[in-house]
C-alpha cells in the first residue's frame, strides 16, 4: 500500500468513481468533485469528502485526478492560480493535441502535469488486469507512482504529454479493427443459421495465432525490410475478391472489408506486390491524395 496521503479526484462518472473507491480503499484521504453534486454522495458515505466547487476541491490536495466525461470539461475547471505547487494527472479520454495544450496550461499555472491512458473498464480498477499509460512530468510520476499504483500497473512512457493518449488510442484502435472482424466473420457464418457458440473456439484460436505473426510485423517495419516467403501483398490482393463477393452473396455487408482491399489495391499499383503486409503500415503513413 502507498504511504496515505491527500488526493483530489474531479469527475464521478463510472470511472471517476471507480478511482476515488480504489483511493480510498488504499487509505488515502480523498476529496471529491463532480458537476452533478449527487454523485459524491456514495462516495462520502465510504469516507470521502466532497467539495462545493472545483476550485475548493483541487486546493484540497497536492494530487489532482481528472477524469471526466470529455477533455473539453477539464479545461473550464483547471484555472486559476489555485493550480500552482498541485500536480495534475488527466485521465479523461483526449487526443495527443488535447494533451500538450492542457500540459502547457497547467505548467504555465505554476503546476505539473501527467497525461495517462486507462487501459481498463471501471470494474477493473484496481484489479491485476488493468493498466494505466502515463507521460509527461516524470519526476511528478515518480513521486506518486505508488499512489497511482492503486488504480493498477502504472507504465511511464515518455516526458511528452501526447504519448499517453497516442497509445491509449492505438490500442482502443487495434481492438476496434479486432471487434469489426469479428463482427463481420460472425455474421457470415450467421447467414447460413450457424451457432454463434459453435464457431468462437475456432475463430478464438485463429486470431491467437494470427497475432503471432504481430513480432514479424515489428522487425519488417523497424528495419524497413518487408522482403516475405511467407504471404505477400500480392497473394493477399488475389484472394481478396473473393472474400468480398462471399460477402454479397451470403447477404453480408462488405463495407468493413472495402478499405483494406483498396489498401492492397494501392500497394499493388505502387510497386509493393512482393513485399510482406507489413509494407500496408508505410501507404498509411502516406494517405493518398
Known sequence: MAEQTSVTVLGLGFMGTALAEALLKNGHSVTVWNRSPGKAEPLAAKGARPAATAA?????????????????????????????GRTVVQLTNGTPKQARALAEHVTGSGGRYVDGGIMAVPQMIGGPDALVLYSGDEAAFEENRALLGAFGG??????????????????????????????????????????????????????????EGFSEYARALDDGDFSTDVS???????????????????????????????????AVAEGHGKDGLARLVTLLERPAS
Not at 56 to 83: F, K, Q, W
Not at 234 to 249: K, W
Open 232 to 266: 505477400s501483398v500480392a497473394t493477399n490482393q488475389v484472394a481478396f475478391p473473393g472474400l468480398m463477393d462471399t460477402s454479397r452473396e451470403q447477404g453480408v455487408d462488405p463495407a468493413l472489408l472495402a478499405p483494406l482491399r483498396d489498401l492492397l489495391d494501392r
Open 56 to 84: 475548493e476541491a483541487i486546493a484540497a490536495s497536492p494530487l489532482v485526478i481528472v477524469c471526466m466525461s470529455v477533455y473539453g470539461n477539464a479545461d473550464g475547471v483547471l484555472t486559476g492560480d489555485v493550480l500552482a
Open 154 to 211: 502504472a507504465r511511464f512512457l515518455g516526458t511528452d504529454p501526447g504519448l499517453a493518449p497516442l497509445f491509449d488510442l492505438a490500442l482502443l484502435d487495434a481492438m476496434y479493427g479486432m471487434i469489426a472482424g469479428y463482427f463481420h466473420a460472425v455474421a457470415l457464418v450467421r447467414s447460413e443459421k450457424v451457432q454463434v457458440a459453435e464457431f468462437n473456439p475456432m475463430v478464438t484460436a485463429w486470431l491467437t495465432a494470427m497475432m
